[in-house]
């Protein structure tokens, strides 16, 4: 079984440009997790899909980021227009939660995009 | 508020060691759901454990072994006899009863030097 991919593994843009990341979860996990880690500190929530839908988005830092889960399967991030500040590693997530129900699985974790703003 | 703290930064020890990774958390909740995590060199995290807040059973695995402490809030990761592949950064999280995202601690980097 696939495990959860992200293209691209590295970014190197410049200040102002836009970038879009992109996340393939596990095949049949309705849950989608977006996290970044920005140099040095913890790993921070971004977002939450279930299935297609936003569960819980309470992490994006602005309205320069926007994420879409197109048919429930892959899930994009685009960063517009990209800041210095937005340089670190985005992690995307997936699992087989029930969400309500207060069962969580793990959570699987891709490779990650680590993205430097110049 | 809900937290996790994770005090060490940095710990390097010598192969064979063992080690103690420490984990702190805060929440309101009652139930609730801690995990470990292992960033390797290469950069994925990769899962090591699951525990709910009802089940305070410490655990053992190998070389790895969690002490679960409610009564101080505590979710520690002990390595026996640690090797050079065991270094990585090691990070703790919880979820909350309603909530799906984890809440990272800092992490803690592990050196194992042979």
């Known amino acids: 079984e696939a495990g959860v991919t992200q293209f691209p593994s590295h970014s190197v843009i410049e200040k102002g440009q836009t970038v879009t990341l992109r996340c393939d979860p596990i095949?049949?996990?309705?849950?989608l997790y977006w996290y970044r880690r920005v140099m040095g500190k913890e790993i921070k929530f971004l977002l939450h899909?279930?299935?297609?839908?936003?569960?819980?988005e309470s992490g994006m830092p602005n309205n320069r980021f926007l994420a879409e889960r197109t048919g429930g399967t892959y899930s994009t991030l685009k960063v517009q227009p990209a800041e210095l500040e937005d340089s670190g590693v985005y992690f995307c997530?997936?699992?087989?939660?029930?969400?309500?129900?207060?069962?969580?699985?793990?959570?699987?974790f891709g490779p990650g995009t680590r993205l430097t703003v110049l | 508020a809900q937290k996790v703290t994770q005090a060490q930064t940095e710990i390097s020890v010598v192969e064979k060691e063992d080690v103690t990774l420490d984990c702190v958390y805060e929440?309101?909740?009652?139930?609730?759901?801690l995990f470990w995590y292992k960033q390797p060199p290469s950069g994925e995290l990769v899962f090591l454990i699951r525990?709910?807040?009802?089940?305070?059973q410490n655990e053992i695995s190998g070389r790895y072994s969690w002490n679960f402490q409610k009564s101080t809030s505590s979710f520690n990761f002990t390595i026996t006899a640690s090797q050079v592949v065991d270094s990585a950064v090691y990070f703790c999280?919880?979820?909350?009863?309603?909530?799906?995202?984890?809440?990272f601690g800092q992490g803690t980097e592990l050196s194992v030097k042979p």
């Open positions: 997530a997936s699992s087989q939660d029930r969400p309500g129900t207060g069962y969580y699985n793990e959570q699987f």
């Open positions: 095949s049949g996990h309705d849950n």
């Open positions: 899909f279930v299935k297609e839908s936003k569960q819980d």
């Open positions: 929440t309101r909740d009652t139930t609730y759901y």
């Open positions: 525990r709910n807040s009802f089940d305070e």
């Open positions: 999280a919880l979820i909350q009863y309603q909530g799906g995202k984890l809440i």
